[in-house]
């Protein structure tokens, strides 16, 4: 069975300054791996994806990912934060033979001016 | 390119009665999930169907929820009878084989 751990619930910075978000997933299987980001009163929208391609991962709004097998770990980077960043993030793992995703706990961004 | 729509998007209704929550997933897609988010338990998938036929309710928390796909185009969540304890935000995703599920906004439902 999958599983995903994200270190921190909440993470605070400064407009401009790097934001990382560590995931580190557990599966007995190749893992399909994904960030979601949620805003206030919507549904999860997807950042990106991992699918045994490129272990660099670009996503939208400037955001990527870096698989790293040996760590177990899938951690979220975006090298300048912006104010609309402010969201919770959600890290997610499905097995490969499999179409269920186990969530981990988000981490809620902050963005202070 | 109409994504996933779920309705109500807010529910408050008293313990002990029916509840039920729609979704209408993307046109094309032949997966469709049901999630739970609480503030206590995070997001769990609930159940999911594939080409309307459920395939894993192993997330369902007990015999009062039930989930329907009569179609292709909509899915229904019934909560009987609702208590306060099953206040939360649920959730409808799709997805086409092997692709990123898509999410709706949600109904945010109360139970009192």
């Known amino acids: 069975a999958q599983s995903v751990t994200q270190l921190g619930s909440h993470v605070s910075v400064s407009e401009g300054a790097l934001v990382l978000l560590r995931c580190n997933y557990s599966?007995?299987?190749?893992?399909?791996l994904f960030w979601y980001v949620q805003y206030p009163n919507q549904g999860l929208q997807l950042l990106l994806k991992?699918?045994?391609?490129?272990?660099l991962v670009k996503g939208i709004n400037g955001f990527e990912a870096e698989f790293k097998k040996s760590e177990t770990s899938f951690h979220l980077t975006k090298p300048s934060a912006h104010m609309s960043d402010a969201a919770e993030y959600f890290c997610?793992?499905?097995?490969?033979?499999?179409?269920?995703?186990?969530f981990g706990a988000g981490t809620t961004v902050t963005v202070r001016a | 390119d109409a994504g996933v729509i779920q309705s109500p998007r807010h529910e408050v209704t008293e313990m002990g009665q029916e509840v039920t929550l729609r979704c209408k997933p993307i046109?094309?897609?032949?997966?469709l999930f049901w999630y739970r988010q609480t503030m206590m338990r995070g997001l769990e998938l609930l159940i999911y169907?594939?080409?309307?036929?459920?395939?894993?309710d192993s997330g369902m928390p007990e015999d009062r929820f039930s989930a329907k796909m009569p179609n292709a185009s909509f899915s229904t969540l019934k909560i009987q009878p609702s208590e306060p304890r099953d206040s939360a935000v649920y959730f409808c995703?799709?997805?086409?084989?092997?692709?990123?599920?898509?999410f709706g906004d949600g109904t945010r439902l109360s139970i009192l």
């Open positions: 995703a799709s997805s086409a084989a092997r692709q990123p599920q898509h």
């Open positions: 599966s007995s299987v190749p893992p399909y």
């Open positions: 991992y699918t045994s391609a490129a272990t």
């Open positions: 997610a793992v499905s097995e490969s033979n499999d179409y269920k995703l186990s």
């Open positions: 046109s094309g897609h032949d997966y």
């Open positions: 169907f594939n080409n309307n036929v459920p395939i894993d």
